[in-house]
């Protein structure tokens, strides 16, 4: 039993120390590019506080600025998206890093994550049912890689 607490908030304290770090390094590209500016108030509060307390969690964030825990949640996943944008509003292409999980690949908190297919936030978009084109397999679609030249029937 005790065993099974530690384990829990161990998990606990490195989810919350990576989540704080994401957040800094979101702040520090939107301040760089001046994106923070342009924000709501209620989000450049946000942004100052996680600064100033790099290691404290939502509801003492919270409650430094006298806001609701929930308030403080959204405010820092709306500066990690923007900080996924580029400055024009288009999504933020990464290049291949094997340190930087996300679109790209890389190493993410539970090992190796594959480079996500097609476009979109939210990982590949799936062709259309009714054409038949999900059932082809070519280089864009195949599951282990791009498909040699005859060796799929077309």
Known sequence: ELNRLLNAEAANLERSVGASARQLEAIGRLEAEGRLAGEREAVRAVAQARLRGPDATLGELAAELGVTR??????LERIERLALRFPDGGPARRTRDRGAAGPAGGIGERGP??????????GPVPPARGTGEHLRLDAGNAPFGPVREGLVPG
């Not at 929930?70 to 405010?75: I, P, Y």
């Not at 994550?113 to 939210?122: S, T």
């Open 70 to 75: 929930s308030s403080v949640q959204r405010a």
């Open 113 to 122: 994550v594959p480079p996500a297919r097609g476009i979109g936030e939210r």
